[in-house]
């Protein structure tokens, strides 16, 4: 679905107007049941830095994938990042894979 607009819209503005349109969605959905979005300061950096990470990477590295990989390539990185995330990052953590 995100390819066709690709192809008239720059990259990260599709994803970027994508995040923006979930984002008020959910806002409004947390809003109508009454739940609080707030954030304790001492995990503002944190968050913060989560937050650009998964914003950039995740979004924006996946809209510009879409230029050069077909779909099918595309779905299989994405469903199968979580289990190279956790291969990857084992040894940083001092575990070792089974």
Known sequence: MLKPELQDWPPL???GVAGLVAASGLG???YGRGER????R???GRLGLSAAIN???WMGFTG???R???VPEGSLLAYSMPIWAVWSCSPCRGRRRR
């Not at 979005?37 to 304790?40: A, K, N, S, Y």
């Open 68 to 70: 050069w990989l077909t």
């Open 28 to 30: 409004l959905l947390a």
């Open 42 to 44: 001492e995990l503002f």
């Open 37 to 40: 979005l707030t954030v304790p």
């Open 64 to 66: 510009l994938s879409l």
């Open 55 to 57: 914003v950039v990477a």
């Open 13 to 15: 503005l599709a994803r």
